[in-house]
């Protein structure tokens, strides 16, 4: 947290809820991220993201029914961990500039048996190749509280060896946070855009091309530890206006919700 003080290194654990999937085969996914970093002086730092991943999926081979038992997987392990650095700008700091390098450590192909058709790719927990973005940050101290906006360019892995595909994506956000003595709510506002849809071995997903997200938050703070929930509602476009059926549909909607901790 902002007002956290002392020690060698910075810990931050951040836990991230999200839901997906069709209706009658939900996707439950859990993320449980431990984030190192270290001051290398007064205008570098550098840290490194571990992220452990569990996935519920409910029926996800559509076996359940007419007298046959429904089977929920579990995917679970080691994600893809990132390596950070960051350099701070200006004449106080405010200006952050962070470069983040993600290493393929998590699995990609799991599938359901061996030898088989691996698993839809938002079932994994690794994407198989390497990523990357830049991410340029802005903190404006007011008497009242923060105001933190700022942009990010993402290089989010291309094509796997399975053929699964991810776009790159540029990212623009703004939050304020309102000082209440040891809490601070906030609310920001992020849009994001994407070169392309992303495919799941050659198949083009429904992914957005545009979407932006409220997120509202509240931290509290002390001397040595901050806590942090958050919630976010993103909306966006993918330009589909046709379903699997041939009907028409809204390329507009609300998609996936994830909450934090």
Known sequence: GRNVTGGLFNVQEQVSYTKVGKPGYPEYSLFFNTLISADIGEKWSAGVNVPLVYKYLVDPTHIGGSGVPAVDYTNSGLGDINILATRKLGRINSLLLTAVVG?????????????????NQSQQIGFGEATASLI??????????LIIFGGAAAWR????????????????????????GPLVPAFGLSMTGFTGHDRDQDANQTTPLFSMAGNLSLEWSTDWIALLVAASIPYGYDGIKLDENGQARSPWGFLDRKSVV
């Open 103 to 119: 290493i393929p450590t998590g699995v990609y192909d799991a599938r359901f048996t061996a030898g088989g058709t691996p698993l």
């Open 157 to 180: 892995g291309g094509e796997n060896k399975i053929h699964n595909y991810r776009a790159p994506s540029g990212t623009g956000y703004g939050y304020i946070g309102y000082f209440l």
């Open 136 to 145: 340029l940050d802005q903190t404006l101290d007011q008497v009242w509280g």
